[in-house]
């Protein structure tokens, strides 16, 4: 016979009343009455442990617009969805080593569109430092140049000098980073220098080539006493000398 649920006292079959307390058993009988229970377990739930892996996921994954961060947070997803599953219900985390997984693939998926967009800007970017750089060698050799002349001004001998540091006190020379013959991308260097003796000038050459060809620079420039800068479209500051185009 079932057992009121108020009292513990027996209720006769076929009935919905205690004898004894007259309450409603709620159809105890039918197996209902565990209801009450149930909720009383719910309410008093224990918070899952959450494992390390699945927060690490989620962290990672906010990031997943860096590759590496991609990466790491669909393993330690997929990892941390692993144990939560042989846990049997033991371990929580599920929603944050999913939304960590999902974000990591977010980013892996990415990897061709960042791939096309750096095809594409890269080279761009090259071509217009080496466009920058190209014309700051210019503009330096005409600064060169100019020191040049007031140096041979100044000079008792009149003469042009092969050291870049003698133009230091020239006052189109106060550019310690040219003085030291290297600038934006362009090596620069003074040479062949003679002074004027029967009946002919004092000359100076000037060479400007690119520290790393086809990438700081491409075309070589030069320059001579005569103050007209030429260039070769290989980079060779040999060839510019004895050849070189007229700008």
């Not at 939304?99 to 998926?109: D, E, K, N, S």
């Not at 290297?182 to 002074?195: D, S």
Request: some cysteine; overall charge neutral; aromatic content about 6%.
């Amino acid at each position: 016979m079932p057992a009121c649920p108020q009292c513990g006292g027996r209720l006769p079959e076929n009935t919905t009343r205690c004898p004894i307390c007259s309450p409603e058993t709620g159809g105890l009988a039918s197996g209902t009455g565990a209801a009450p229970a149930l909720a009383r377990d719910s309410a008093h739930a224990v918070k899952l442990p959450v494992r390390g892996k699945a927060t690490a996921s989620f962290v990672f994954g906010l990031f997943f617009w860096i590759l590496p961060c991609a990466f790491v947070a669909v393993v330690l997803g997929h990892l941390s969805l692993a144990e939560i599953k042989k846990s049997a219900g033991q371990l929580g985390g599920h929603g944050r080593a999913l939304a960590g997984t999902i974000l990591g693939y977010m980013g892996i998926a990415s990897i061709p569109f960042i791939l096309i967009i750096a095809a594409i800007a890269i080279p761009n970017l090259l071509r217009v430092r080496i466009a920058a750089n190209e014309s700051s060698a210019i503009r330096n050799l005409r600064i060169i140049d100019t020191a040049e002349i007031t140096y041979q001004t100044a000079s008792d001998k009149g003469e042009f000098t092969c050291e870049l540091s003698a133009l230091r006190a020239a006052e189109d020379l106060e550019d310690d980073v040219l003085v030291s013959g290297r600038k934006n991308g362009y090596h620069f260097v003074l040479q062949n220098c003679q002074a004027a003796a029967a009946g002919t000038p004092a000359r100076y050459q000037v060479v400007a080539y690119p520290v790393a060809p086809n990438q700081s620079g491409v075309r070589a420039f030069c320059s001579d006493e005569s103050g007209v800068i030429k260039a070769d479209p290989n980079g060779s500051p040999q060839a510019c000398i004895s050849s070189g185009t007229p700008l």
